[in-house]
């Protein structure tokens, strides 16, 4: 396994979960990172990026100022701090792995990815 997803499950609307992405085999600072989400019936997203120098971060406008993407290289370990949850939020989070330094909504680009965790936001 070389990206770990975790941190999913259920929280009321309103509420908090922060995500990780653990890597193995390989170093994640070197990398970009991507979070995408895929709701049921829905195609998959990309939500939120890191380049791979941290020189900037990118959100999609629907979680923009809710979500925070952050990395600690030396646990090698990515986040997604997810506040102010709604229930429209509910969807299997994927983090994924790029080696080029810039993000893409193009799954294509990634070339490692984890293998999802359930956020549900319910009352």
């Known amino acids: 396994v070389q990206l770990q997803a975790s941190g999913g499950g259920l929280v009321q609307p309103g509420g908090s979960l922060r995500l990780s992405c653990a890597a193995s085999?390989?170093?994640?600072?070197?990398?970009?990172i991507g979070w995408f989400r895929q709701a049921p019936g829905k195609e998959r997203e990309m939500i939120s990026c890191?380049?791979?120098?941290?020189?900037?971060?990118e959100y999609a406008d629907s979680v923009k100022f809710r979500f925070t993407i952050s990395r600690n290289n030396a646990k090698n370990t990515a986040y997604l701090q997810m506040n102010s949850l709604k229930p429209e939020d509910t969807a299997v989070y994927y983090c994924?792995?790029?080696?080029?330094?810039?993000?893409?909504?193009?799954?294509?680009?990634?070339?490692?990815w984890g293998q999802g965790t359930l956020v549900t936001v319910s009352s």
């Open positions: 085999e390989f170093r994640l600072l070197e990398y970009t």
């Open positions: 994924a792995a790029a080696a080029r330094g810039i993000c893409s909504r193009d799954a294509l680009h990634y070339r490692y």
């Open positions: 890191t380049r791979r120098t941290s020189s900037g971060t």
